[in-house]
């Protein structure tokens, strides 16, 4: 190869490189921001749900928890006086719920859940209540319990605000209380319809 060709073709890998080099740093700081974003968001939801558990837990109401608070709290005396892991990884935790284990009045399986997911490449935070509508027979599966959602909260993350999500996690957790309180699931399903936008429809 001659030595201009040599050159031409040396130019054009630096500017190639240069050009990866410059991606490279910035879907770098991209990463790095959004685990950032999600370890502080997570630490403040994680927190709270389990706040919740512990209210709930004080009218016998059991929840279960993800994740689960033997991986994310260091316990002096359960379940009120604890303190985060230091080794927990709040970045890596991409669903934070709460199970409802009532068994009456079709409550088994019932959840609050925040997750992250992507759309259109961007990174959004939804939170969601689903409960189930009952039960219907399938041929070859058998019975399947019939799950409907509400869309409680919803944002990208670049946008998220705390103070938005905690209104609607309260509005949520005040019907789902007294719901419990009076022992009719249907003062919570009513809230939730009046309220909130419907979601998916599942069967497990």
């Known amino acids: 190869m001659a030595p201009k060709e040599a050159a031409k073709e ?14 490279t740093q910035a879907i770098t700081r991209d990463v790095a921001d959004l685990s950032n974003q999600k370890r502080i ?7 709270d749900f389990w706040k919740i558990w512990m209210r709930f837990g004080k009218i016998n109401v059991h929840f279960t928890m993800e994740p689960s608070y033997s991986a994310f709290a260091a316990f002096d005396e359960f379940p009120d006086l604890w303190k985060f892991k230091v080794d927990f ?14 068994q009456e009045q079709g409550r088994m ?3 609050l859940k925040v997750w992250y997911y992507t759309e259109d ?11 189930c509508e009952g039960e219907h027979y399938y041929k070859y599966a058998g019975w399947k319990r019939i799950f409907g ?22 509005d949520v957790v005040k019907a789902w209380y007294e719901s419990h309180l009076r022992r009719n699931r249907d003062i919570l399903i009513k809230h939730l319809r009046d309220n909130y936008e419907r979601g998916e429809t599942f069967t497990e």
Do not use: C
């Open 10 to 23: 040396e130019d054009w890998f630096s500017q190639l490189d240069a050009e990866l080099e410059r991606k």
């Open 41 to 47: 968001v997570n630490r403040t939801l994680i927190e």
């Open 89 to 102: 990884n709040f970045a890596g935790v991409n669903t934070v719920q709460l199970l409802d284990r009532t």
């Open 109 to 111: 399986g019932v959840a």
């Open 121 to 131: 490449s961007a990174p959004r935070l939804r939170m969601v209540f689903e409960y």
């Open 149 to 170: 959602q509400f869309v409680i909260f919803d944002s990208p993350l670049v946008k998220f605000e705390m103070a938005k999500f905690h209104g609607k996690l309260a």
